[in-house]
T-cell receptor, first 113, second 115 residues
């Protein structure tokens, strides 16, 4: 399974952009990068995913390097409600229509006033 | 209100007892999954199912069993063979046929505690 490496914790001031890095140097060519976040004692929440190109949705932007060995999740204007553990995951196909998400320990983002 | 529901939110198990965790989804998703999360750790896959009446073991299936009699439901039984069952259990589901982009959506979780 492709392994991801994330810093254990980061701080961000409210209203500023939060940039969360992730290394996935062993990723294969057809494996997607997914980002989820988990607020304490809740189920993980899907944020965004991508393969090669940069992606943007209403929650965040995902920047993937050209060699696909790393990516950055950007929360453009962080709020206190964005305080959570953020997981960068490489999706592993199990069967034709099922996949495994291998969650590491993630990055604990603390948004402060 | 669409989504994935898990019940109960908290569950207590006595030594030697089997307990069943419920997971229901009304998203018409094909695949369903069970993960386990220990404190301060990531998630590990227990079992998954692509279609009704079919399921496969994940990375840590020992001491657990599942069934998939209906598309909407994927209950997990924690048996007495599971010696360290205290954990946060998460159910997820995904829609098939997305060309490798089958996004998994998670329920709120069940916290299992051993008395």
């Amino acid at each position: 399974d492709a392994k991801t490496t994330q810093p254990p914790s980061m701080d961000c001031a409210e209203g500023r952009a939060a940039n969360l890095p992730c290394n996935h140097s062993t990723i294969s060519g057809n494996e997607y990068v997914y980002w989820y976040r988990q607020i304490h004692s809740q189920g993980p929440q899907y944020i965004i995913h991508g393969l090669k190109n940069n992606e943007t949705n209403e929650m965040a932007s995902l920047i993937i390097t050209e060699d696909r060995k790393s990516s950055t999740l950007i929360l453009p204007h962080a709020t206190l409600r964005d305080t959570a553990v953020y997981y960068c995951i490489v999706r592993v196909a199990l069967m034709r229509t099922a996949s495994k998400l291998t969650f590491g320990t993630g990055t604990r983002l603390q948004v402060t006033l | 209100d669409g989504g994935i529901t898990q019940s109960p939110k908290y569950l207590f198990r006595k030594e030697g007892q089997n307990v069943t965790l419920s997971c229901e989804q009304n998203l018409n998703h094909d695949a369903m999954y069970w993960y386990r999360q220990d404190p301060g750790q990531g998630l590990r896959l227990i079992y998954y199912s692509q279609i009704v009446n079919d399921f496969q073991k994940g990375d840590i299936a020992e001491g657990y069993s599942v069934s998939r009699e209906k598309k909407e439901s994927f209950p997990l039984t924690v048996t007495s063979a599971q010696k360290n069952p205290t954990a946060f259990y998460l159910c997820a589901s995904s829609l098939a046929g997305q060309g490798g982009q089958e996004t998994q959506y998670f329920g709120p979780g069940t916290r299992l505690l051993v008395l």
